[in-house]
């Protein structure tokens, strides 16, 4: 038994180094992917530092979803979108842009979910200051069902900051 040890020692040692590299990786990454209805975002495998959780605007930021909305149900679900506000900032949201601090302009029409999520302007948050340590978060694409219905996202609320891999 001791000369079996003695001989696979370089291949028990691979082997827990290994094991140990792949437990801490899993313990501060995770991996999402896009299995909404509607993409949102311009790709659909994230990778997620869940140890990273020191967002800003313009980084992709995965979170729980604990608002209740319309087209997705389930509280508690894993989103993934872009912050383009954090506490203090001010929006402004009208049908065809997002005016963020008077001077940021973020053009994404609403016309899409307006029409097939039946919904009207309305529905639409028109006005916000972000409250401290809480974000507001926009997809990218015409179908994006995102902050300007259901609000601002919590710190606490932060799974990490994701990064767009395809």
């Known amino acids: 038994m001791l000369i079996f040890i003695k001989r696979e020692r370089p291949i028990l ?7 140990l590299f792949f437990s801490l990786f899993a313990s501060r990454y995770t991996f999402g992917f896009n299995n909404a209805k509607s993409n ?6 994230f990778l997620v530092d869940k140890w990273d959780k020191d967002i800003k605007p313009g ?3 995965a979170f729980y979803m604990n608002k209740e909305n319309k087209f997705y149900p389930a509280a508690g679900m894993a989103w993934v979108k872009r ?12 049908k065809d842009q997002t005016i963020i601090n008077n001077t940021v302009i973020v ?14 302007m309305d529905d639409v948050i ?21 902050s300007r219905f259901w609000g601002t996202v919590k710190q606490k609320e932060i799974i990490g900051k994701a990064y767009a891999i395809l």
């Open 126 to 146: 028109p006005e916000i200051t972000v409250p401290v340590n809480e974000y507001f978060l926009m997809g990218e694409t015409p179908t994006t069902y995102d």
């Open 83 to 94: 912050v383009v506000a954090e506490g203090g900032d001010h929006l402004v949201i009208h």
């Open 13 to 19: 040692i691979v082997f827990v180094l290994i094991t």
């Open 59 to 61: 980084d992709l930021a």
């Open 40 to 45: 949102c975002l311009y790709t659909w495998f």
């Open 107 to 120: 053009k994404h029409s609403l016309d899409y979910v307006l029409v097939h999520g039946e919904f009207t």
